[in-house]
């Protein structure tokens, strides 16, 4: 793996992190989320397709 791509995927985990804070905290009540592992996918999946990447399903 490439610089650039740990880089990218280091930042999107950040940004996710920081946004499901919010949404535990805002949305949940703070509750812990059992589903974090999803939100944290679809957070990620989106924010890729908005910075123009394709998601492939394999």
């Given at each position: 793996m490439d610089d650039s791509t740990k880089e990218l995927i280091h930042d999107l985990l950040v940004r996710a992190a920081t946004a499901h804070g919010v949404h535990e905290a805002e949305e949940l009540g703070g509750?812990?989320?059992?589903?974090?592992?999803?939100?944290?996918?679809?957070?990620?999946?989106?924010?890729l397709a908005e910075d123009g990447y394709r998601i492939v399903k394999v």
């Open positions: 509750v812990y989320d059992e589903e974090w592992p999803t939100w944290y996918a679809d957070f990620m999946a989106r924010a």
